[in-house]
């Protein structure tokens, strides 16, 4: 596609249920990012896939949030239990790798918001 | 450990100059970018640094100083539509295509 595309855009659960949220990156990009950003905050780096490495989960808060790239392309975030301090827009990026200047596209997010 | 600092928030007239300031600390580096982030939207890339010095590009430039862990962003000729939280960020390892670690966000609103 275009652009990084996101869905849902918005997101309402109840806390305990889980979520998954769809990420589907710029054709070609073998980098692929999630960061959540919570109002008012900076974004914060959850997980990173690059090709057909293993990816770096160092940023996931905890063993509730986990992610997958299935082909190299679609990625899934998925949070189990939500609890109401996951509430944030969650942000997914993607980019060409390989190079030290590489620009992360993002896409415009999906609004999570746990009552 | 990882710290990038920015100020949380900056006011400016339309026409003027601004300069927005970035402080790090990280255990490595590899490159220093500017994204902008206008309100309820996804971060877009401004400027790229990864030697000592100043970048241009336009109404803005961004300038790099990796021996002091400090660079800025520098707005000319505001205009209104330069409303937006504007995010430093930091690649902290040699590999390329590793995350990026962003700072807060400095939000800068400009008047008329």
């Known amino acids: 596609g275009a652009g990084v595309s996101q869905s849902p855009s918005n997101k309402v659960t109840e806390k305990g249920k889980d979520v998954e949220l769809r990420c589907d990156p710029i054709s070609g990009h073998t980098a692929l990012y999630w960061y959540r950003q919570s109002l008012g905050q900076g974004l914060e780096f959850l997980i990173y896939f690059q090709g057909n490495s293993a990816p770096d989960k160092s940023g996931l808060p905890s063993d509730r949030f986990s992610a997958e790239r299935t082909g190299g392309s679609v990625s899934t975030l998925t949070i189990q239990r939500t609890q109401q301090e996951d509430s944030a827009v969650y942000l997914c990026a993607s980019s060409l790798a390989g190079q030290g200047g590489e620009k992360l596209f993002f896409g415009s997010g999906t609004q999570l918001s746990v009552l | 450990g990882q710290n990038i600092d920015q100020p949380t928030e900056m006011t400016a007239t339309e026409g003027a100059i601004v300069q927005i300031n970035c402080t790090y600390q990280?255990?490595?580096?590899?490159?220093l970018f500017w994204y902008q982030q206008h309100a309820g939207e996804a971060p877009t890339f401004l400027s790229y640094n990864v030697l000592d010095g100043l970048e241009e590009k336009g109404r803005f430039s961004s300038f790099l100083s990796r021996s002091k862990g400090y660079s800025y962003l520098l707005l000319k000729e505001l205009q209104m539509k330069d409303s937006a939280s504007y995010l430093c960020a930091v690649r902290d390892r040699w590999q390329a295509g590793t995350a990026l670690i962003f700072g807060k966000g400095t939000t800068l609103s400009v008047s008329s």
């Open positions: 990280t255990s490595g580096f590899n490159g």
